[in-house]
């Protein structure tokens, strides 16, 4: 992908470390650098996030969505950062709830004939689903 893009896992990981150092320096600087960036992801997302976004516009790029590869840690990572917050962020809860709903709606399927639950990756709520499932997607709670 072109160097103004990165994957929405790269975006996600570095928030509870930037939090953490805002609060050992109590210098805000980098606490409201990735809240600015969270609240762009959120600005264009629906529940799920496509893998790559544009990072100048906060623009999604790619359409695949996926709890695999590429994405894992922003669904990760909103769970955790409404418990490093002590839950009194309640924006994060929000947002994973959002995101939890929309996995079950639409990214979990069931294999045929064993019938074995999976949750695998979809371009959109109107494409087929992808029945594959990345061993990254296994970490999802719920």
């Known amino acids: 992908w072109a160097p103004i893009n990165s994957c929405v896992a790269e975006v996600a990981t570095i928030q509870l470390e930037f939090r953490e150092l805002s609060f050992a320096t109590g210098d805000q600087r980098y606490k409201e650098a990735v809240d600015a960036a969270m609240e762009a992801l959120q600005r264009h997302a629906s ?9 100048e516009s906060g623009e999604f790029v790619d ?4 709890l695999g590869a590429r994405a894992d840690s922003y669904y990760e ?14 924006k994060f809860q929000e947002w994973y709830l959002r ?6 709606s639409q990214l979990v399927g069931h294999s045929f004939p064993s019938n074995l639950t999976f949750v ?5 709520p109107a494409d087929p689903l992808m029945a594959t499932m990345e061993h990254l997607a296994c970490f999802f709670p719920g």
Do not use: F
Not at 120 to 124: A, D, E, I, K, M
């Open 120 to 124: 695998g990756s979809r371009y959109s």
């Open 77 to 90: 990572y909103l769970l955790k950062q409404w418990i490093q917050t002590a839950k009194s962020e309640k």
């Open 63 to 66: 359409g695949v969505k996926t």
């Open 47 to 55: 529940g799920l996030v496509p893998q790559i976004v544009n990072v």
């Open 99 to 104: 995101a939890v709903e929309a996995v079950q």
